[in-house]
């Protein structure tokens, strides 16, 4: 009976965050370069230092880990002079306001107004050397390795000015950790080397690799499957008000 309630009741708990994870990816379907995520459970023993020792029987559902999706979303053509999407693995560098590094496959960037190369978030790219500063009244290039260049749009219009390069990551899946904000960072907290094979395509945004369909059947599963352990609960519920009765009896 204990595992019975246990697995229940702590099971329906977590099936709700789950909800609450399907609930997120839907709500960035069309959020450039999301990555979908998935929470997973499974039954744990109660573990306890309390004398005496917990029943066997008693067991918890836990979130055990939460699953990312990596795979790439479709390639959407904009033509914008900065609008970059990451061809195959790989993320782009920013450059967070307290020192540190994160990762994104969002490629939708812009220039400051202090003529800053950033997200639309306004967190700077990460550069080879530092932020990557766009000079006015010019005409701005972003190669498939990363590189910025520029072309002045008066005098020598001939004359080719490389101003920095993208910091382009390819860390292993296995060590990122995705952040409140949605950004992607290493699990120990350093930078991520530069990956020379990762490569962009100028004027692409990535969609979000989000399967709506396949999120909503698992939206309706979710809720099924909490109907069911609430039914349980109150089956247990009727089970010891019956077996208090028939012991009332005697």
Do not use: C
């Amino acid at each position: 009976m204990d595992r019975y309630i246990y697995t229940a009741m702590t099971g329906a708990s977590q099936t709700l965050g789950r909800q609450a994870a399907v609930a997120n990816n839907l709500s960035n379907v069309t959020s450039t370069g999301y990555r979908a995520e998935e929470h997973r459970l499974r039954a744990v023993q109660v573990q306890s230092a309390n004398t005496p020792a917990p029943l066997a029987t008693r067991a918890f559902a836990v979130d055990a880990s939460t699953h990312t999706d990596y795979s790439q979303g479709a390639m959407n053509y904009t033509g914008r002079t900065f609008d970059v999407a990451v061809s195959g693995q790989g993320w782009i560098g920013l450059a967070m306001p307290d020192g540190s590094e994160a990762y994104t496959r969002n490629g939708s960037l812009e220039v400051s107004v202090n003529g800053v190369l950033q997200t639309r978030t306004g967190i700077p790219v990460q550069g080879d050397g530092g932020s990557i500063t766009i000079p006015p009244d010019v005409k701005v290039s972003i190669a498939n390795d990363g590189t910025v260049s520029v072309i002045p749009e008066t005098g020598a219009q001939n004359t080719v000015n490389v101003i920095g390069r993208i910091k382009l990551v390819n860390p292993p899946e296995a060590d990122l950790v995705r952040g409140g904000d949605g950004l992607f960072r290493l699990r120990g907290g350093d930078p991520a080397p530069a990956d020379e094979g990762v490569r962009l395509a100028g004027g692409y945004l990535e969609d979000s690799n989000v399967n709506p369909v396949e999120q909503m059947v698992t939206m309706i599963s979710l809720g099924r499957q909490f109907e069911m352990q609430m039914q349980l609960l109150q089956r247990a519920n009727q089970n010891d008000q019956s077996a208090t009765q028939v012991i009332s009896a005697r």
